[in-house]
């Protein structure tokens, strides 16, 4: 599926970097009331960062980290509240697969709160045991093989 006039992005420059933080800022912090300590993290130097574009303007971001030579972690998935449901997210997180793929990655392992769990069954991941928590919200952990 493609959406008229979305695109995404690597992160390349701090500029872009700061699009992307502003989205988690509004959605995880704001939105979510998770501590900004939380949120801003150590992972953000060495992970992989994707920017969603609609139209030129900044929608939605999510990263991944490394863990080591075969799986990734895809995390701060976040899409701007207006344009939830329109398939945003799924392509961020395709394109975090796809990237990880190409880069020679097996797996993805991702911490899902649980208001978003099938939005990851739908595309794919299992879920791994129980809920837990994170940040103060519900969240289960979800694998899925990249191949």
Same mark, same amino acid.
């Given at each position: 599926?493609?959406?008229?006039?979305?695109?995404?992005?690597?992160?390349?420059?701090?500029?872009?970097?700061?699009?992307?933080?502003?989205?988690?800022? $509004?959605?995880?912090?704001?939105?979510?009331?998770?501590?900004?300590?939380?949120?801003?993290?150590?992972?953000?130097? /060495?992970?992989?960062?994707?920017?969603?574009?609609?139209?030129?303007?900044?929608? +939605?971001?999510?990263?991944?980290? !490394?863990? +080591?030579?075969?799986?990734?972690?895809?995390?701060? %998935? !976040? *899409?701007?509240?207006?344009?939830?449901?329109?398939?945003?997210? $799924?392509?961020?997180?395709?394109?975090? %697969?796809?990237?990880? $793929?190409?880069?020679?990655?097996?797996?993805?392992?991702?911490?899902?709160? %649980?208001?978003?769990? +099938?939005?990851?069954? $739908?595309? +794919?991941? *299992?879920?791994?045991?129980?809920?837990?928590?994170?940040?103060?919200? !519900? /969240?289960?952990?979800?694998?899925?093989?990249?191949?």
């Amino acid at each position: 599926m493609s959406i008229a006039g979305l695109t995404i992005v690597p992160i390349e420059n701090d500029a872009q970097m700061k699009q992307a933080w502003d989205i988690r800022r $509004r959605v995880f912090i704001e939105e979510q009331h998770v501590p900004e300590e939380i949120e801003m993290d150590e992972d953000d130097a /060495h992970a992989f960062h994707a920017l969603a574009l609609l139209d030129g303007k900044p929608v +939605g971001c999510g990263r991944y980290v !490394a863990h +080591g030579d075969s799986e990734v972690k895809i995390g701060r %998935m !976040a *899409v701007v509240t207006n344009l939830r449901t329109h398939g945003i997210g $799924r392509e961020i997180l395709v394109y975090l %697969m796809r990237v990880a $793929r190409e880069r020679g990655y097996l797996h993805a392992v991702l911490h899902a709160q %649980m208001t978003a769990e +099938g939005f990851y069954l $739908r595309n +794919g991941y *299992v879920p791994v045991g129980e809920v837990f928590e994170e940040a103060g919200i !519900a /969240h289960r952990k979800m694998v899925r093989e990249l191949g």
